[in-house]
């Protein structure tokens, strides 16, 4: 499915298209981007696209005495949000949305795709309290086949979370299809939609192995 189908048939999917991201996402695709390089851009990335995903956050305003006078001004209204990473990759992007909102409490799934079935395998989690009453950010670089994804959002609406949003860097068509049947209901941001998934269920053309990448680990 195309690019503009799928943004015509889905609701709450934006592709962010601003020059400064297009331009990182390119520098991640470059194979002879380093290690060093790579973190440092995925963690910009968590921040620019964090930004764009947390424009509706409600305010309140509240009483602020400047030098000069006193004035009512805004500030972010209810518990602190929570930024949940999908292991390992995951956490790079975490690190940059955490530079809006340095106090926002942070949950860890990990996940690991069984060889036998190609299905998602939860061997870790850990959440901050009171995720109901919590604005929850999902983030993984990687949207592939979009299972890892769906599983952990499946895991969060189980405990109770209601209102979730996701960001990632590369998706493919397979992966935002897959994602917005499981969970119509949560809104993506996604840097750039790829063409396909290949036989191994990567991103093509993508970056690789995002993790692998990021940690240096080829
Ligand atoms: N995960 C990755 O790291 N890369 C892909 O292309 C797909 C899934």
Redesign the pocket.
Known sequence: MSHDELLSIYNDISVIDHPFVQHKLTSLRDKNTSTREFRMLVEELGTLIGYEATRDLETTDIEVETPLEKTMSPVLKGKKLCVVTIMR?GNGLAEGVLKLSPSARVGHIGLYRDPETKQPVEYYLKMPHSIDERTIIVVD??L?TGNSAIMAIDKMKEMGANHIRFICL?S?PEGITAFKKAHPDVAMYIGTIDRE?DDH????P????????IYGTL
């Open positions: 990759a670089p990687m592939a590369f493919a998934l269920a990567y991103i093509r993508g970056v690789g192995d995002a993790g692998d990448r």
